[in-house]
């Protein structure tokens, strides 16, 4: 029997400038993936060219039955010297947001998504003291030209990440490992969003503003040891719990989930065996969507929750399809227990760069030739938009 979302639940697929745009050249992730010893195993080059194609593809977008569109804004292309702006690129990110309300669709804006100016990164970058003022100027100027076009702005995309994988593990950049500064970031990113927030909500335009966190179901093992369950409050107390919290009272929160992390006393534990293993290393978990979503509205006290990426990477279509539908169905047991999901998106639209993977993996519900930058809708996005027009589950 079909199950309907609320009216007005927005449908959207979601990209990143750098994953998609090309040649982003005066960002940190452009130098990373150039360096001789980069852990990436290819460079983004072109991406999609989605910079110049990007009427075509949200004109697709509305064909196949979406109401928003998530996209970034290139923070080294509108700003690309400290204090120096240029009003050509902050009117090409117009024309893509004019291009989307003219077609019915919300433009979903996010401020910062993995990529920062080179010039930005001195100082320590996202653990120095001046990126939090460099961050707020770069929203207020945006958002000043911009604002009265958007429709909903996300302000940061996933810090966790950054800054984890950035200060600890050392596979995005700045590619260190010192604990002092990744606790730095953690404070910077927190006051970077707070600020953020303030700035763009001051500027022209009346929309939703929030941040989005990667989120993971994280499960202690066994669940009934003391041991693990200390490691895992711990664990989560810095990859969510700050930012969470530092979220309370917000227009939204942006919940960004692709499978769960099972912790034991000693930290993280490898994938459980017997449970498929997905190409980007996790495991094989829709279920995870509906149990960080609950966490979200738990932790924030209520904060409307919209799910702003979820997806899987894939060569199997029917494969992509069947996640989706666990964790679409896991949404809308969430609807039913009454908590405030306003709408999910897919991660991604296009077949894109997947930072240090590269373009192995397939998360797009459209593919694309790389050497002639052809888009073929995948079965699953005629699928999602069939659901998407029909704000129901299943569509038919």
């Given amino acids: ?37 980069t852990v990436c195993v290819e460079p983004s080059g072109d991406a999609c060219d989605h910079y110049h194609r ?23 292309r509108i700003e690309p010297e400290e204090g120096q702006f240029s009003v050509a690129a902050l009117e090409h990110y117009r024309r893509m947001c004019a291009a989307c309300l003219e077609h019915g669709i919300d433009a979903t804006v996010t401020f910062h998504h993995f990529t920062t100016p080179r010039w930005a990164t001195t100082d320590d970058g ?21 604002g ?40 910077n990113f927190v006051a970077a969003h707070r600020r953020a927030y ?28 003391p041991a693990a369950v200390e490691m895992r409050d711990t664990v989560r107390r810095y990859a969510e719990d700050v930012y969470l919290e530092a979220c309370g009272g917000d227009d939204f929160i942006g919940v960004q989930t692709y499978s769960r992390t099972q912790i034991g006393p000693e930290g993280n534990l490898p994938p459980e065996e017997g449970v498929e293993v997905l190409g980007m290393g996790y495991e094989y978990w829709p279920e995870a969507l509906a149990a960080t979503i609950r966490r979200a509205w738990e932790v924030t006290d209520h904060v409307p929750v919209i799910v702003t990426e979820n997806g899987i990477g894939t060569d199997d279509d029917e494969q992509r399809v069947a996640y989706v539908t666990a964790a679409l169905e896991g949404v809308l ?64």
């Fill in 126 to 146: 996202w653990a120095g003291a001046k990126i939090v003022d460099r961050f707020t100027r770069f929203c207020e100027v945006a958002t000043g030209h911009l």
């Fill in 198 to 225: 303030e700035a763009i909500k001051a500027g022209p335009g009346d929309f939703p503003v929030g941040l989005t966190l990667s989120m993971s179901d994280y499960q202690a093992m066994p669940a009934d040891d």
């Fill in 1 to 37: 029997m079909a199950r309907t979302f609320p009216e007005g639940f927005r449908w959207g697929t979601a990209t990143a400038a750098h994953q998609v745009e090309g040649n982003n050249v005066n960002n940190d992730w452009w130098d990373w993936e150039q360096r001789p010893d």
């Fill in 54 to 76: 990007y009427p075509d593809d949200i004109r697709l977008l509305k064909e196949l039955g979406f109401n928003s569109y998530r996209f970034s804004i290139e923070w080294s």
């Fill in 148 to 187: 009265d076009l958007i429709t909903r702005a996300c302000t940061i995309n996933e810090p966790n990440v950054v800054g984890y994988i950035g200060y600890q593990v050392g596979v995005f950049p700045p590619g260190i490992i010192d604990r002092e500064l990744w606790l730095a970031s953690i404070d």
């Fill in 333 to 396: 047991d969430c609807l039913a227990d009454g908590i405030d999901v306003r709408g999910y998106t897919y991660w991604s639209c296009l077949d894109n760069f997947e930072w240090a993977f590269g373009y192995g993996p397939r998360f797009g519900i459209v593919e694309v030739d790389r050497a002639t930058q052809q888009r073929v809708v995948k079965p699953s996005g005629q699928w999602l938009g069939r659901i998407a027009r029909a704000n129901r589950f299943p569509p038919d």
